[in-house]
């Protein structure tokens, strides 16, 4: 089935250089569409999909993945730090400079007098750890008080909740209800923090970016499509980990 959805999605009007692949999903009922930080499509199809059915609902949304895969391209490179004093780090969209610290029994990094304080290091590589631990902690303790009230005008209960360092991606859901956050969300204001929440809760209502998933997130918030934009400003200013 899946060479006959990849031989009906390569008959349709795509771009020469798009990248792209089929992924039958056991689990999907229906088409999900998924583009990757570097532009790679990765078409998500349940296996008992008819190929001419994959290939409407795709061809439905080709204005809008050929925007996204534009952006996708156009984007700035990542973001490196230089881990010394006076760097700047943004938590929950205010700026802090780094100020680093003897490093004593215990130390951790922490927000102290409008200064995000690093213990010293022994590597860039292991300061860039400790700094994304704080951004987990923060989570965590952030999302506690945040989630209960999303989740209830979603109509749904993560499992779980965690962050974590995805490679490809912002958030995922999984099946079972486990929704996982990349840490570096955290480094956006509130209103997108609530937008990339209720962005993973409303999948495990509605797979996939289609008409059913937008109509999902406009009904918990009626400003999504703003936030979405608002999110795609800010989105490569955000820090992965990435120092020298």
Not at 26 to 34: A, D, H, N, S, V
Not at 44 to 58: F, L, Q
Request: overall charge positive; some cysteine.
């Amino acid at each position: 089935m899946s060479f006959s959805v990849q031989q009906a999605i390569a008959a349709l009007p795509l771009p020469p250089e798009w990248r792209w692949h089929v992924d039958l999903r056991p689990r999907r009922t229906t088409l999900g569409i998924e583009v990757a930080p570097d532009g790679h499509v990765r078409f998500a199809v349940p296996p008992d999909a008819h190929p001419a059915d994959v290939a409407s609902a795709v061809r439905k949304r080709l204005p809008r993945l050929a925007e996204e895969i534009r952006r996708r391209d156009n984007r700035p490179p990542e973001p490196v730090k230089e881990l010394v004093s006076g760097s700047s780090f943004a938590y929950l969209g205010r700026r802090y400079r780094l100020k680093l610290v003897p490093a004593a029994d215990g130390g951790r990094v922490r927000l102290y007098r409008g200064w995000l304080e690093l213990p010293e290091y022994t590597s860039a590589e292991e300061g860039a750890r400790n700094i994304a631990a704080w951004y987990i902690e923060r989570g965590a303790a952030w999302t506690r008080g945040r989630l209960p009230s999303l989740q209830f005008r979603v109509g749904v209960a993560a499992k779980v909740l965690k962050f974590v360092d995805l490679p490809d991606h912002w958030g995922v859901c999984g099946p079972d209800g486990e929704v996982a956050l990349h840490w570096a969300v955290m480094q956006l204001p509130p209103p997108l923090l609530d937008f990339v929440l209720v962005h993973e809760l409303c999948h495990m209502k509605v797979p996939g970016h289609g008409p059913a998933f937008r109509r999902e997130m406009q009904l918990v918030l009626s400003d999504a499509d703003r936030r979405e934009s608002w999110f795609a400003v800010e989105e490569p200013k955000m820090w992965r980990g990435l120092v020298r």
